[in-house]
């Protein structure tokens, strides 16, 4: 991320956003169960949010400052591993949920992001569901990513995709700013 949109994603702003606004509408009749993963917390402001509503939580996130700085300030029923979503140092079939909050446009290619759907349907068990959201393509948008990676998702193939890497009963809604989707695994 370059140095503005990192600021942005540690601010007590995008807390606030994320707890009022994006897990409300993302967890909106779901039941995450007794061991959720989130992937790509970044600063973790995600993370603190979460954590606050399930019993177990691991994290895994790419960037090793990231991470160090994350798990330094968990508390105890968070795990954070600093790790590539696309190949995850975890059992098959583990957890009841994984979540993914506004990065998956920060994935370099498509054929990296369906890696990580596929990687997700390895660890879910099998009825587990994958949601999230992510940010929709603008002008706007595209300014906050100067320098920075940005490959934002498609809603109207998003369906297809997940499909592909194992998922069924797969919801994709977008609004003006957003998609938001859900999947269960096969």
């Known amino acids: 991320?370059?140095?503005?949109?990192?600021?942005?994603?540690?601010?007590?702003?995008?807390?606030?956003?994320?707890?009022?606004y994006i897990l409300p509408w993302v967890l909106d009749g779901v039941d995450l169960g007794d061991d959720v993963l989130e992937i790509g917390p970044g600063p973790g402001r995600t993370t603190d949010v979460i954590a606050e509503a399930v019993p177990k939580l691991t994290a895994v996130e790419?960037?090793?400052?990231?991470?160090?700085?994350?798990?330094?300030?968990v508390p105890a029923h968070v795990e954070v591993i600093q790790a590539d979503a696309t190949e995850m140092p975890l059992p098959d079939g583990r957890f009841s949920?994984?979540?993914?909050?506004?990065?998956l446009h920060h994935v370099p290619t498509p054929e990296l992001q369906d890696a990580?759907?596929?990687?997700?349907?390895?660890?879910?068990?099998?009825?587990?569901i994958f949601t999230g959201q992510d940010s929709r393509?603008?002008?706007?948008?595209?300014?906050?990513?100067?320098?920075?990676?940005c490959v934002p998702?498609?809603?109207?193939?998003?369906?297809?995709?997940?499909?592909?890497?194992?998922?069924?009963?797969v919801l994709v809604q977008p609004n003006e700013y957003a998609t938001r989707f859900r999947a269960v695994r096969s």
């Open 116 to 128: 990580i759907f596929a990687e997700v349907a390895r660890v879910l068990r099998p009825g587990g």
């Open 1 to 20: 991320m370059n140095a503005k949109h990192l600021e942005l994603c540690a601010s007590a702003e995008w807390a606030e956003t994320v707890q009022k």
């Open 137 to 149: 393509d603008s002008e706007e948008f595209r300014e906050l990513h100067i320098d920075d990676i």
């Open 62 to 73: 790419l960037d090793e400052e990231l991470a160090s700085a994350l798990a330094a300030r």
């Open 97 to 103: 949920a994984v979540l993914s909050l506004t990065m």
């Open 153 to 169: 998702i498609d809603p109207e193939t998003l369906e297809a995709r997940l499909t592909a890497a194992g998922f069924s009963e």
